[in-house]
């Protein structure tokens, strides 16, 4: 281990190098956001210092109309002045917001002893349309005979100062200005329920405009709004469902201080555009023969192009998107493309992912070249069905040529979950497009037993391809936003991947789902599918209080608990209500363990709907006292936990059973384990026996989606962790190696061979395990202010490494196991207060650097344990 640096003590014992800085500002945890639709925006920042035990103790924020007034002298918006606090998070901007303004923001910390340190770099937010709305701009459309184009021209006659587009065209829209994309945005404005909230998105579109004639223009495509593929969860027959529609307003501020606008209304002009016809679940089919070259741009005649005409609109509320968007994140060569037969090719990629592909072509005027997506490949045939939506044709693209040289074209309006590309009517090159929502990566893990780092990176790739403004469940089938998935999902995600907006978004569609009677759907949004289609289905809609508590887990949020509350007892009102003998009735269950591959075992579903309703009304609870708001939900709690032991609890034989299903079921031991529901003298029984069950199988698990992510932590807490191990690294079926054996990249939906989807997260949850127990990383409180580190699944393995950023900063963990030494370095970020759990046989085989400030020492079950502040900290353990 590297030395490290003498430094000065301080009064409080502890050491620092210098006074606290602040960095990573951000608005609504985004990084200078254009659009901001909050009045009352909130600020965060991340603090740092050299040394050990450095805490923040008070803020200044200034916030001015121009950079160069961020001085207290001159700020001219707001200056909070000094304000005692330790929270860099959750700051509410206190001062003026009006409509489309641009608000430049600093920061400034005070630190233990009372030292200011410097002013951090200025960062920024802008506001969007907020209570000023969309002005006179109207909804606009018209009959087309495929996707619709629309334009206007306009006259710029000055220097502009800068110039916003404030825009929403459902389901989906290509923005355009003067022949370019006003952004890399894709699938653009994020799905929601149309009828309760409707997304517009926000471009700074200043360096798109010229002097003289400009057009502004959109292609619409129909995503969820107006799909025509009849489907078995009928989105094309929502309470929304309606022709493509447009609404639009273009600001154009000069610096002599005029301001034009442009906006939707009949002076628009529209027509039919090549795409013939667009479905999510279908494809797209593109007539390149009907491309009209520069209609965005000047100079183009649309004398032919009939008026626009004015339309309803949707009737929700319009409020700027404030998640990240849908990017092309990659471009992927394929690694082999073969002719299986005369005319026909496949192209495999190497991987599985959401997206879609781009061809190039050169065809005689009118060749249909067919491009058809798929996960697998069968009987010569990339294998694309879909037994929920109507017809033949699904996840497969048609273009059509126009002839001459070589021809390029990509999909705008729908994206396909695929390894393989089925090339039929002409050769072609073809390249996979990975498409998801751009959210940032927080976690990088590493360690000696390649097969968790071939989980972390298959993981990681499945959530990803299921991130499409929604959490969906698959790519491929579906695209649904399956609440269940998302319950069992949620801490893996969330410890993963940067879903502070993401997840503050579908929240919100959640609510917007929710029925006057308080119930929830199992999907989100929902076309009215999902209130009595596989329903009541307790463990999937109860992810609301677990999300929301999750969210206040990783980020401090407690204005989103504010929000939420009130639907939130609206729909726990209407779970206990229908609550009968102390149990809670659920249809669905542990779905998919091995051996039933068409839904869950033959056992009461009764038993973990109860369970997870007892979690989720303990999470309100907590909830409540987090946010004030008094609750009687740990009595529902204490009777719902009854109900179970009652009747699913042998205390003869130590374990959970049900009468419907003879065998043992380990999630029907898991769950109540890991959810605190087994009664205390019970408890080392039932995971003995759960311990015992996995071992008689040959340390196989036999757990759904509800068990797996709870069946490897419940073995490890309780002592069993070289159990859990042999699950984890098993490569027979069923286990995660039995996938990767068959040559999965992903996550599959299924223990079986013939999974139907093969990039769907919820049985995928093992990689929470392995950060948390293998690594040994394990955060809690408020916007993680606690940290508890303690590898304690570390056999079959010499090395583990995690690194996370938090809302309060970088959190690592790093440990290395030689000779019968153990290494663990620990950064703790300022403002947390880590648990630190060092493997050995007794305190005195335990040695810390820097030892003088380590402190006190606890000994218990084979750890040495410490409580350490802020700073970056080795412990070597010589009998780990």
């Known amino acids: 281990m590297p030395e490290l640096p003498e430094l000065p003590e301080l009064e409080d014992g502890w050491t620092s190098g210098g006074p606290l800085t602040a960095g990573t500002l951000q608005t609504e945890y985004a990084d200078r956001p254009l659009g901001v639709d909050v009045g009352t925006p909130r600020l965060s920042w991340v603090g740092t210092a050299p040394g050990y035990g450095a805490t923040q103790t008070a803020y200044q924020v200034l916030v001015a109309s121009a950079p160069e007034l961020l001085s207290p002298e001159r700020a001219d918006v707001w200056d909070s002045g000094k304000v005692p606090s330790a929270r860099s998070f959750g700051i509410e901007y206190d001062g003026p917001a009006a409509a489309r303004t641009r608000y430049h923001w600093t920061v400034r910390l005070w630190d233990g002893l009372d030292r200011a340190g410097e002013w951090a770099a200025p960062s920024w937010f802008e506001t969007g349309l907020l209570s000023e709305g969309f002005g006179a701009a109207r909804w606009i459309g018209g009959a087309t005979d495929s996707a619709p184009l629309l334009r206007r021209i306009f006259t710029v006659d ?70 025509t593929s009849v489907n078995v969860w009928r989105w094309n027959q929502t309470p929304w469902t309606a022709d493509p529609r447009l609404i639009a307003r273009l600001v154009v501020e000069y610096d002599d201080g005029r301001m034009d606008e442009v906006v939707s209304d009949e002076s628009w002009r529209i027509t039919g555009g090549p795409t013939l016809s667009d479905s999510l679940y279908t494809g797209e089919t593109y007539d390149a023969r009907r491309a009209l070259p520069g209609w965005d741009a000047a100079g183009f005649d649309d004398s032919d192009w009939p008026a626009a005409s004015v339309v309803e609109g949707p009737k929700g509320k319009l409020v700027a998107q404030a998640h990240e968007p849908i990017r092309v994140i990659e471009t992927v060569d394929p690694v082999e493309v073969s002719e299986v037969r005369p005319g026909v090719w496949i192209a495999d990629f190497g991987r599985t992912v959401a997206g879609w592909t781009r061809l190039s072509v050169t065809a005689p005027a009118g060749t249909t070249v067919s491009l058809t997506h798929g996960e697998t490949v069968a009987d010569g045939n990339v294998a694309a069905w879909n037994v929920h939506v109507d017809g033949d044709r699904i996840q497969r693209d048609e273009y059509i040529a126009a002839g001459g040289e070589v021809e390029t074209w990509e999909p705008k309006f729908s994206y396909k979950g695929f390894r393989y590309v089925q090339i039929e009517g002409a050769p072609a090159q073809v390249e996979m497009r990975v498409v ?103 463990e999937w809609p109860t992810v609301y209080p677990f999300l929301l508590r999750e969210m206040y887990r990783w980020y401090g949020d407690e204005r989103l608990l504010r929000e939420h509350w009130e639907p939130l007892t609206r729909y726990l009102t209407w779970e206990i209500d229908r609550v009968e003998d102390g149990l809670s009735v659920s249809v669905l269950g542990d779905w998919l363990p091995p051996g039933f591959g068409n839904g869950p075992a033959p056992e009461d579903r009764r038993l973990t709907g109860t369970a997870y309703l007892y979690r989720a009304v303990l999470l309100a609870a907590e909830i409540g006292e987090i946010i004030g708001e008094p609750n009687d939900y740990r009595k529902a709690a204490v009777e719902l936990a009854d109900g179970v032991n009652r009747a699913f609890l042998d205390r003869e034989a130590g374990r959970y059973r049900s009468a419907d299903d003879p065998d043992y079921r380990q999630t029907s031991n898991a769950v109540p384990l890991a959810f605190g529901i087994v009664p205390d003298e019970l408890v080392p029984r039932v995971a003995a026996g759960l311990a015992a069950d996995v071992e008689e199988r040959g340390f196989h698990l036999n757990t759904g989606c509800l068990g797996v992510g709870v069946l490897l932590p419940v073995l490890t807490e309780h002592g069993y962790g070289e159990v859990a191990t042999k699950v984890a690294l098993q490569r027979t079926y069923p286990s995660w190696g039995y996938w990767f054996d068959l040559g999965a990249d992903t996550m599959w939906e299924k223990w079986e061979d013939d999974s139907r989807s093969r990039n769907h997260y919820f049985q995928g949850t093992v990689v929470q395990w392995i950060y948390e127990n293998v690594a040994g990383l394990r955060l809690s409180g408020a916007g993680c202010e606690r940290i508890v580190v303690r590898p304690d699944a570390r056999s079959e393995v010499d090395s583990a490494s995690i690194r996370t950023e938090t809302i309060r900063g970088p959190v690592s963990v790093a440990w290395d196991k030689r000779s019968g030494m153990l290494s663990l370095e620990v950064q703790v970020p300022v403002g947390v207060t880590a648990e630190v759990h060092v493997p050995s046989a007794s305190a005195s085989d335990v040695t810390a650097v820097p030892e003088s400030l380590a402190g006190e020492t606890t000994y218990a079950d084979g750890y040495t344990v410490y409580t350490v502040p802020a700073g970056r900290w080795t412990f070597t353990s010589r009998s780990a």
């Not at 220097?159 to 003067?178: K, V």
């Not at 994020?190 to 200043?206: E, I, K």
Request: no cysteine.
């Open 436 to 538: 998801n929502s751009d959210v940032p990566t927080v976690t990088r893990f590493a360690s000696s037993q390649a097969s968790y780092e071939q989980f972390d990176r298959a993981m990681r790739r499945t959530i990803l391809s299921n991130l499409h403004g929604i959490p969906t469940d698959t790519p491929y089938f579906e695209k649904n936003g399956w609440t269940g998935d998302a319950q069992v999902g949620a801490p893996t995600m969330l410890a993963t991947l940067g879903l502070a907006r993401f997840f503050t978004k579908w929240l919100g569609d959640i609510r917007d789902s929710q029925a006057d009677s308080g119930q929830l759907p199992v999907i989100v949004p929902s076309s009215g599918w999902g209130f009595t289609d596989l329903s009541p289905a307790t």
């Open 158 to 227: 000055g220097t502009i100062r800068r110039a916003r587009l404030y825009a929403s065209g459902l389901g989906y829209a290509d923005l355009r200005l003067n022949g370019q994309a006003v952004s890399d945005a894709v699938l653009e404005p994020g799905f929601t329920a149309y009828d309760r909230t409707v997304l517009y998105v926000t471009h700074d579109v200043t360096a798109l405009l010229q002097a003289g004639d400009n057009v502004v223009g959109a292609e619409l495509g129909r995503g969820f709004f107006g799909m």
